[in-house]
């Protein structure tokens, strides 16, 4: 499989504008399913918010229940959910771009900027692809992401085992830093609902609208905000759909400070910690 994985590259970045419509095909019923065995099969990914939005969230939830600021230093932040995987990694791939930006052609975010893979999958990507990083310098090319604005996904996708010939999903375990203009994930409102349905947002995390706070101003509903569409004006108010991730960009753009991120389960770390480890196994040899 490592050798067809230039061909898949190819392909990859020649479909890579085609994929809203292919996205549709899926909803096809004979079709539809021989695609989601293919590329998607028991998929689990989370979408993380920004690490910006979530300290503003959890500093004026413990605000308020404690009665007095909290050191932003104790804060528990959702990047920390990737840190861990990082932390215990025998294997940590970096890749040299993004496909999905490089595809693109980015003018945006850097595409210089790549995936990380974690798990024994990663001894079969092609060197041509990317290397072998230590835990220090992941973790360092993931402070840059952010800083970029990107945002985070983690978990098991099977599109990356299948173009990479890695073998079995279970090999791999795939953490991106997403644009909200070349994401391939912009087309989860045109998959088929199962398949949408793999891609979710972080466990006990959940964006709002402060109605009463909301001008209707329109800021959130630009181009650019939300990739996935999931924010609209309704009656001159602003309206999170069910297809929300809580990546929380829209919370970053409100100059009303109408949405919120709203964190409604303490342990929201140790969840999706639970959720992604039985995934992949990236500590054995």
């Known amino acids: 499989m490592g050798r067809l ?18 996205a549709k095909m899926t909803r096809l019923p004979v079709l539809g399913r021989a695609m989601e065995f293919a590329f998607f099969e028991n998929d689990d990914i989370i979408i993380l918010p920004k690490d910006e939005v ?27 959910v990737i840190e861990h995987f990082i932390s215990i990694s025998r294997y940590i791939f970096l890749m040299d771009h993004c496909m999905c930006r490089n595809s693109s052609g980015c003018k945006d975010y850097p595409a210089d900027l790549g995936c990380i893979f974690l ?13 072998m990083v230590t835990r ?10 952010r800083e970029a604005g990107l945002v985070h996904l983690i978990g098991r996708d099977k599109i990356d085992s299948v173009w990479l010939g890695t073998g079995g999903k279970e090999n791999l375990l795939s953490i991106c830093s997403c644009c909200p203009c070349c994401c391939i994930w912009k087309m989860l409102p045109d998959l088929a ?39 609209q004006l309704m009656d001159g108010k602003a309206d999170i759909g069910e297809g929300c991730r809580g990546c929380g960009r829209c919370v970053e753009f409100c100059p009303s400070n109408a949405i919120r991120l709203h964190i409604e389960n303490s342990d929201f770390l140790i969840a999706a910690i639970k959720r992604i480890e039985p995934l992949v196994d990236v500590v054995s040899e």
Do not use: W
């Open 5 to 22: 994985t230039p061909l898949y590259s190819a392909l990859f970045k020649r479909s890579f504008d085609k994929r809203f419509r292919m």
């Open 54 to 80: 979530a300290k503003a969230s959890l500093e004026k939830k413990r605000t308020i229940m404690m009665g007095k600021p909290v050191e932003p230093s104790s804060i528990m932040l959702p990047s920390k």
């Open 119 to 131: 798990g024994r999958g990663t001894l079969k990507i092609p060197e041509s692809m990317g290397h």
């Open 136 to 145: 220090e310098e992941a973790l360092d090319h993931l402070r840059k992401c």
């Open 193 to 231: 609902a199962s398949i949408s349905a793999t891609v979710t947002r972080m466990p006990g995390v959940l964006v709002k609208v402060e109605a009463e706070q909301c001008s209707g101003c329109g800021a959130c509903v630009k181009k650019g905000i939300c990739y996935l569409n999931a924010i």
